[in-house]
């Protein structure tokens, strides 16, 4: 049985707007009931918005946190990763995630998707940065509209990411 | 409610002994069962032997892996955190378990273990390098004898370590 | 004394054009001559270029590579740093460097820049992405037109992000 | 020509003794007269008495810093390297340096000497831990008795680990 799809939403802290929080909870609600595991970065504002949702959802969220210290998590986070790693974080997040939802955001978000571009990983846009303004391809940078919109797309895009069968090593003793 | 424990178990990869395997297995089952959480480095041997364990006690299960791909973790991983950087998530790995136990393992363990005496943090050792020869108090660097041991012995430091409440941002909107 | 300033210049590795890469050159040739010490990414293309022109103008080059293999860096690095960390080693690179050149690039400049601007720390971009029309405000984003120009300012940016006196501990047995 | 050697150089920032710290000042000045970059931390005590004495043998010093502030570095320091990664700044220096020299030092050096080990990569030790009364082979941990007997042996090493030719991309526009 292939895993579970994991779903990277990345987007404002501090800087988020209600819209934008909304959104990232509806978002984060959706991941769950679609049974994906939500990646974010742990901290505040559409990483907890999220989080929450998902959890609402009877989901599993991860944060993958800039400091080592686990108690930085959100109060909605299931498995703190503690980096200490400041903003490499980041890569992480993108890395893991078979799909990303970006969210609001400010610069932080923007390292993220342009790290997600770089792997060849597609972004699914809600009201954050146009890059597409900037001259990033729509096959990467993908506008879409809705909660729906976005978790549709990005679940269907995780899907075809992720091997049918587990190729990794197994273990017989 | 508090988080659940977190279980880092390290230890050999091809290097790892059949006993050392059949202990992991056994380690990743009782974390299973006492409700923690696993975290390994998602790969062969001891981190394959523990979470195939783990899964068979109902557990959870993460890999932090050396590459960017999600596929190099072993079948028994249900959230490979794929980082690309290279033996540096080994610190990811410390940082994240709230106690540690080390079974077998050559030199990426060795560094793991003294890592998790650089955060203050105890290992449980079973079976692998004589640290206390060298020099390692006897707080830090803990034998024990069995897999119940190992986790019984970890799962109490765990609880210990685990703030009692949330402290977290949460999400209101 | 303060130390010498340290200029980063990131851009396209395969991706350069010929004028892009004889901007690089032209632009490491003028970071030598203003005494300032060139870190880039230390593999091809525009870091390749920019590396030979500092090393033309009689300067120090340093190559912080994605890979663990010091004999990956180009033929003009005085100090390989291997990180094995693939493309977090870009934030590495933002960190270290004083003010940053971009020239051409692709996503991985894109992803320098925006940890630049998330560090707060302005980028002089020369025929680079336009992030201007993507909503980056113009005192991160600066748009230079020449690579004296771009070095002069770069040049200037760092001088007034370097302490006067030297803060760091001393040793005095 | 091939670039100069990279001799790294690991140890007690707060921990160092006395003698420890005049032991580091006298091969930070060795690696200086062998026409050696030094590499280490960037911090104090043996970082920084290493550095001392580079600087006073007229050499070039590299300072991996474990924050992102590069006014952290020691007063010594010619390149200050900001990675803002924490612990996880130690395999840097570990995969850069052509040959490691431990002098003194607490888990942190430990934990890059089990990391020089995992890479094939031999420790010259210098009044450090005794890793050789827990197994560790002495074609990896070497002993040595002075300043003296550690450079000659670490350049030594890194010459054989240095390619005769850079195979490295060039640039010719």
Known sequence: MPRKPIIGVIGGGT??????????????FLIARADAVLIC????????????????GGGLTVGVLPTGNKADANVHIDVPIA???????NLIIVR?????????????TLSEMAHAFDQGKAVFA?????????????????RVGT???????AIEYA????????SGPDFAP
């Open 96 to 108: 893991t995630a078979d799909a990303l939802i970006a969210i609001n955001g400010s610069f932080g």
């Open 159 to 166: 899907r075809n990411a992720i091997p049918k069968e587990r």
């Open 126 to 142: 809600l009201r954050t940065w146009p890059l597409d303004k900037a001259g990033v391809d729509d096959s990467l940078y993908v």
């Open 147 to 153: 909660p729906r919109e976005a978790v549709d797309r």
């Open 83 to 89: 980096t200490a790693m400041n903003t490499a974080r």
């Open 15 to 28: 800087t988020a707007s209600p819209e934008g929080l909304a959104l990232a909870e509806e978002v984060g």
């Open 41 to 56: 970065g742990g901290l505040n504002g559409v990483m907890s918005a999220a989080a929450k949702g998902a959890k609402r």
